[in-house]
């Protein structure tokens, strides 16, 4: 393979600095879930996340070295090689709190539906670069976008898995509304859309039914549905303006605070270091996705900057609803949040795609063969 040494005298250094200094903060947050003030004993979950993040540079590394045109090329195949691995969860993959989400590979538990979000969007990407259109596209033109988004969508419901089958709708949405959609297919799709949701409500489970009304009244049942929700609220309120210091927060250290190392990561945070350690997190947050949206906008062709845009929502979304999430502002729908919730594949599914933002940034100052 041969490279042009202006790929790496134009790397993207300020992306690689942001996304290393918000999963070195995640590390240390994943340590201090595994504290306990009662025991003095600590948990080895940060050494696992420290493996994923190698494994995910790794990935990134082979990212930005392949031109993210040819990767668009096989974008359908890779896509189909997602699909493959989630169907494969339901015939050998391992079961837990109530979920089958994992295939365990070589002594590692991977979860498949975190990597079709990276396939769709590059899926997506593929289908909206090759059928272009300025006049906006109609409900028949969005048919394969449809089932590209619906196949993998089912089957992770059926996991079940609400919080990740949410998002990819709603990346779904993004892309298409990013594209541009006729406003009469618009308008006709959103009733469709209002038409469906008591349909929807016939095929949550009961847990998750739990959990949407406990976000309207949590203190209902506050020991039971509630109770994380109450939890969270009271941990992040606790750290106040400056926070309790690390290893102090009594929420988190007396494990009154329930997946405080994946869904509720960002109360084990707020807890600790403040309404100012928060604020300086979501700063961070805003930055990469401000930088992010700058590769997509001066991106060499379209593929570029839908993939860049897709990217970007992925990260954007999964801030957005879990921060909302721990607040009390949204339901409870099991959602990471990115680079600090533990989890080995969606650091390394994220990570990979940093590594495709970096090629399309630095392959911008590459004109075409």
């Known amino acids: 393979m041969k490279f042009d040494r202006r790929l790496f005298l134009n790397f993207d250094w300020t992306l690689l600095i942001l996304v290393l200094l918000i999963s070195s903060i995640g590390l240390l947050n994943i340590y ?4 306990s003030l009662a025991d003095f004993k600590q948990s080895h979950l940060y050494i696992k996340q420290v493996q994923w ?10 990212a930005f070295c392949i031109d993210y045109r040819l990767i668009s ?7 189909a090689f997602s699909l ?22 070589g002594g590692f538990s991977f979860q498949p539906s975190e990597l079709v979000k990276l396939t769709m969007i590059l899926a997506l990407a593929r289908y909206f670069d090759v059928h272009k259109t300025d006049k906006g596209y109609s409900l028949r033109e969005l048919f394969v976008p449809f089932l590209i988004v619906v196949i993998p969508f089912l089957f992770i419901l059926k996991q079940p898995d609400l919080g990740t089958a949410l998002i990819l709708v709603i990346l779904f949405l993004s892309i298409v509304l990013f594209v541009g959609v006729e406003w009469k297919s618009l308008l006709c799709a959103a009733a469709g859309c209002v038409v469906l949701i008591p349909v929807g409500w016939h095929f949550l489970k009961d847990y998750q039914k ?25 941990a992040v309120g606790s750290g106040q303006i400056l926070g309790k210091g690390f290893l102090k927060g009594t929420q988190t250290q007396l494990k009154f605070l329930p997946v405080q190392q994946t869904d509720f990561v960002f109360s084990v945070f707020s807890e600790e270091w403040g309404f100012l350690g928060g604020l300086i997190l979501i700063i961070m947050f805003l930055i990469l996705v401000l930088w992010c949206l700058k590769i997509g906008l ?25 921060i909302g999430m721990v607040l009390g502002m949204l339901p409870v729908v099991g959602i990471p949040l990115p680079f600090l919730s533990y989890g080995g594949s969606s650091i390394v599914v994220l990570l990979t795609g940093i590594g495709l933002l970096m ?3 630095m392959r911008r100052f590459i004109l075409r063969p």
Not at 53 to 62: D, R, S, T
Not at 73 to 79: C, H, L, N
Not at 84 to 105: C, E, K, M, N, P
Not at 298 to 322: C, K, P, Q, Y
């Open 84 to 105: 493959l691995l989630l169907i494969g969860v339901f015939l050998y993959g391992d079961a837990a709190h109530g979920s089958q989400r994992w295939i365990v590979i």
């Open 210 to 234: 739990e959990r949407i009304v406990t976000f309207f009244s949590p203190e209902k049942d506050f020991l039971g549905s509630g109770y994380h929700i109450i939890q969270s609220i009271i």
């Open 359 to 361: 090629s399309i940034s």
């Open 32 to 35: 201090s879930t595994g504290y």
């Open 53 to 62: 993040i190698f494994i995910g540079l790794a990935c990134m590394g082979v």
């Open 73 to 79: 090329g096989y974008a359908y195949i890779i896509y």
């Open 298 to 322: 001066h991106a060499r062709d379209m593929v570029g900057t839908l993939i860049s845009f897709g990217i970007t929502m992925l990260i954007f979304w999964e801030v957005f609803i879990n």
